[in-house]
């Protein structure tokens, strides 16, 4: 089985730009996360979606929004970009609730 | 609320020897279940190992195995035969409502050649 795809690898945007993350998850598993990683606040949860509805937001702000889609892909959004926003971000598949997550590369967002 | 614990922001081994990473963890819940992750230098994280909470048998993957004690809601991770891959970050993880991961802070492991 294919592993959780993530697209871009790699970002460079300017402060004010909005970006878009993609995420493929594993086939079959309905239920798709999204995690900040920076070495000051460690790994952050977002949000996660399971079948187009997003089922849990972690504590950012409306900037960060996501959407899933019926083939359970998901992109997350980021708008107005600013500084504090350069990080790693990973996507995570899941068959559901409680299962163990697996994980995608990652992309690495760097705003200047 | 849910918090996870990790105490040992880094840690060495030689080869070939025995480490433990310690966690620790609170939870109002009675069933719940536990992972370690390691994200090497690549950066991917990987699953190492789960526990189900309301299993009282410690989890093994290999040469990995936990120490689950539920009462003291305490998960360490035990790497037997450390190898020159293990090195990495380590993290441990609670699952809770809608599949919300909460991660320790990880603790760095390098293994010594």
């Known amino acids: 089985k294919a592993g959780v795809t993530q697209t871009p690898r790699y970002l460079i945007k300017t402060r004010g730009q909005q970006v878009t993350l993609s995420c493929s998850p594993i086939?079959?598993?309905?239920?798709v996360s999204w995690y900040q990683q920076t070495p000051g606040q460690g790994l952050q949860f977002l949000f996660e979606?399971?079948?187009?509805?997003?089922?849990n937001k972690g504590n950012f702000p409306g900037r960060f929004s996501g959407r899933q889609f019926s083939n359970s892909r998901s992109e997350m959004n980021v708008s107005t970009l600013e500084l504090g926003d350069s990080a790693l971000y990973l996507c995570?598949?899941?068959?559901?609730?409680?299962?163990?997550?697996?994980f995608g590369p990652g992309t690495r967002l760097t705003v200047t | 609320a849910q918090t996870v614990t990790q105490s040992q922001p880094e840690m060495s081994v030689q080869e070939a020897e025995t480490v433990t990473l310690s966690c620790t963890y609170d939870?109002?819940?009675?069933?719940?279940?536990l992972f370690w992750y390691k994200q090497p230098p690549s950066r991917q994280m990987i699953l190492v190992i789960r526990?189900?909470?309301?299993?009282?048998q410690n989890a093994t993957e290999n040469r990995f195995s936990v120490n689950f004690q539920k009462a003291a809601k305490s998960f360490s991770l035990k790497i037997s035969d450390s190898q020159l891959g293990d090195t990495a970050m380590y993290f441990c993880?609670?699952?809770?409502?809608?599949?919300?991961?909460?991660f320790g802070t990880g603790t760095s492991l390098t293994v010594i050649p």
């Open positions: 995570a598949s899941s068959l559901n609730f409680r299962y163990e997550q697996y």
């Open positions: 086939s079959g598993h309905r239920s």
């Open positions: 979606y399971f079948s187009e509805t997003q089922r």
């Open positions: 939870t109002s819940e009675n069933n719940y279940y």
């Open positions: 526990q189900e909470a309301y299993k009282q």
């Open positions: 993880a609670l699952p809770h409502t809608g599949n919300q991961f909460y």
